[in-house]
């Protein structure tokens, strides 16, 4: 048999599909892979049933509706004070994860320097390594999750294509300050390079704080790409609609890997997304109430259960210091533990690294009905003897 592609051979099966058929197996609660329990608005969901019943079914324009490229520049302007054109600086894919691979695809070219800030998101380096871009690793580690300034000012070099940004952070629940995104815009306009900022959790922010994009600082609408998910936005990931904002140049780039791989997305949802987009302000700020109170739920419980919690500020997700709980092993070995001895499952961070990750921390997803974070802080605190 011949040898097939290396670069993605080389990765196993992701975390969250492992830790999601591992709950399944032992009737676990799961706390492991990022969705929420409960669906998100309803007249966005009936807003994608009625337009399946009435159309349009077939093929939609390869960069997306129009009504939801306006929605999306509308919704730049609303938030960010952010002024995108709809025709030239936006595109729909197939969620947000077709969205980083047809930023990798269309503008990396074989031998580009990226730079990546672990933790990392699980499919970024598969992909950058897969459009052979050369990875450039720096890393944030728990329980400060601080930048490390120096470090990334000597990954940059002339030979930088891009640096992918991911704030709100997954798995760290960090949110960028406004000193660290000048200081990242700096060396991005110093080496001319581009920014791949991965927002999906831009409405997940928490203690009143404000998600800033990156493009919206000064000298960076030009070399900006931000991506956005309805799945985040609305509380409905199996939807898998992504959005791109970007300056014409590196749209149109992006847009050659996006027709060449899904083409389009679901006309149907796009309708739907729009709606959603066009929400008044109260669904937005009630979406971060919601998991903010979500988020101090099971911060309480899992403290009362004795597993101590680093602070989050966005995200669905939540740190605990394992090494903290008395437990006598990794943090792999940590999560299968609890999700196979308490019916509890979580995911290990050091899958967000790749090499040599911290090993004592674990992320519970805390987006999930009261009833259950409160069963799962139950088997827990049983587990660790608390209760
Ligand atoms: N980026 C980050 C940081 C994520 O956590 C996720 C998880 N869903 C994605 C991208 C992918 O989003 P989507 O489901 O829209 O593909
Ligand atoms: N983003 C989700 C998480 O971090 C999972 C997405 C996926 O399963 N691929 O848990």
């Known amino acids: 048999m011949k040898a097939t592609n290396a670069a993605l051979g080389s990765f196993g099966t992701t975390i969250f599909t492992v830790m999601s058929a591992l709950a399944v197996e032992h009737g676990a609660i799961n706390l492991g892979q990022g ?100 990875p450039r690793l720096v890393r944030m580690t728990p329980p400060e999750w601080a930048l490390p300034v120096a470090a990334l000012e000597a990954a940059f070099s002339p030979r930088t294509k891009l640096l992918v940004l991911n704030s709100p952070n997954n798995p760290s629940g960090k949110v960028f300050s406004a000193d660290e995104l000048s200081f990242i815009a700096e060396l991005a306009q110093r080496w001319d390079a581009y920014v791949v900022c991965d927002e999906v959790y831009e409405h997940l922010v928490f203690e009143g704080l404000r998600h800033i994009p990156l493009m919206t600082l000064p000298g960076m609408r030009e070399r900006c790409v931000r991506i956005a998910s309805a799945g985040k936005a609305f509380s409905l990931t199996g939807w898998k609609v992504g959005m791109i904002t970007a300056p014409p140049p590196l749209l149109s780039a992006i847009a050659k890997a996006h027709q060449f791989t899904t083409f389009t997305t679901v006309p149907a949802l796009q309708i739907a997304v729009a709606t959603g987009l066009g929400l008044d302000d109260g669904y937005f700020s009630g979406l971060a109430r919601a998991l903010e109170a ?45 999700t196979q001895a308490a019916g509890v499952a979580a995911v290990p961070v050091s899958a967000f690294y790749a090499d040599t990750p911290p090993t004592g921390f674990a992320r519970f997803c805390f987006c999930k009905r009261d009833e259950v974070l409160d069963e799962a802080s139950r088997r827990l605190g049983r587990y660790f003897g608390r209760a």
């Open 35 to 134: 969705f929420p329990d409960e669906d998100g608005p309803e007249p966005v969901r009936r807003a994608a049933a009625e337009a399946i019943l009435a159309g349009p079914n077939q093929y939609p324009p390869m960069p997306g509706l129009p009504i939801l490229r306006q929605a999306v520049a509308r919704h730049a302007q609303r938030f960010y004070d952010l002024a995108v054109d709809w025709q030239t600086e936006v595109l729909v894919t197939s969620g947000a994860t077709e969205a980083l691979a047809d930023c990798f695809f269309g503008l990396i070219e074989p031998g580009d320097e990226v730079v990546l800030i672990e933790p990392l998101y699980d499919a970024y380096l598969p992909l950058v390594l897969r459009a052979g871009g050369v």
């Open 294 to 338: 979500k988020r101090d739920r099971l911060s309480r419980g899992l403290e009362a259960a004795g597993l101590p919690v680093l602070p989050a500020q966005g995200t669905y997700f939540l740190t605990v210091d394992v090494g903290a709980t008395g437990f006598n092993g990794t943090d792999e070995a940590f999560c299968r533990t609890i």
